[in-house]
């Protein structure tokens, strides 16, 4: 499993619980945001604008769906909750590292 | 406005790029088959196209900043609030500022003045995707034009 941060996953899996009105105990580092967890594109819309205006960043979603749809990259990589996560520690670093 | 064919905005009266903003001028016309519906004997422009004067505005903002390259479509209204009646004739200001912008949603706060009185605000989500078409991208600049976003 990717190296995340624990404090990220729950403030994710806190958001993605209140935004897409989820039990938060039913979300686990290894659930699939679309086929565990039901999210639709609605409800990832609002689970990104919250997650963008949280940690002050700019999640490059069309990127990474422009990725599975030409099959550069798995769905999993970005949409399995660990993985997510870990996208997201990146890019909260590479904000602080370009700041 | 012609409420019939949802086009609520008239004018652009400005567009500030560095601070994101944008005012629109929004005449309501004095008859309307809207009206004669809501309410019959006692016209009143219903809340939800004032939201959606508000939507319209922030639409076109997003479009002038983005230089039309993607097409903004109404995914969310947060903080609804319709704080006044307008009747037909009044003509409101309609007021958007971006707030925040994702890679495929942005976020605008917007009002709706008459007589510089604040009738009705909202927190507005657009998505932002791909024109269906050039034409239809084509069509959208003809439109801006016309009414002074170009």
Known sequence: MADYKQETFDVVAGIIAEVSSIDRTTIAADSHAINDLGIDSLDFLDVTFAIDKKFGIKMPVEKWMEDVNEGRAKAEEFFVMHNLVRHIDDLVAAKAAAA | ?150
């Open chain 2, 1 to 150: 406005m012609r409420l019939e064919k949802f086009q609520m905005i008239d004018r652009v009266e400005r567009l500030d790029r560095a601070a994101r903003s944008i005012t629109c001028r929004c005449e309501v016309p004095r008859e309307s088959s809207v009206f004669e519906g809501h309410f019959p004997g006692h016209p009143l422009l219903p809340g939800t196209l004032m939201i959606e004067a508000i939507a319209q505005c922030c639409g076109l903002l997003v479009l002038a900043l983005h230089d039309f390259a993607r097409m903004p479509v109404l995914v969310g209204v947060d903080k609804a609030r319709m704080r006044a009646m307008i009747a037909p004739g009044a003509v409101l200001a309609a007021e958007g500022r971006l707030v925040q912008e994702g890679a495929v949603y942005v976020a605008a706060a917007g009002r709706l003045l008459s007589e510089g009185r604040k009738v009705a605000e909202a927190e507005i989500r657009l998505g932002t995707i791909p024109f269906p078409s050039e034409q239809f991208r084509a069509d959208v600049r003809g439109f801006a034009r016309q009414i002074g976003l170009i």
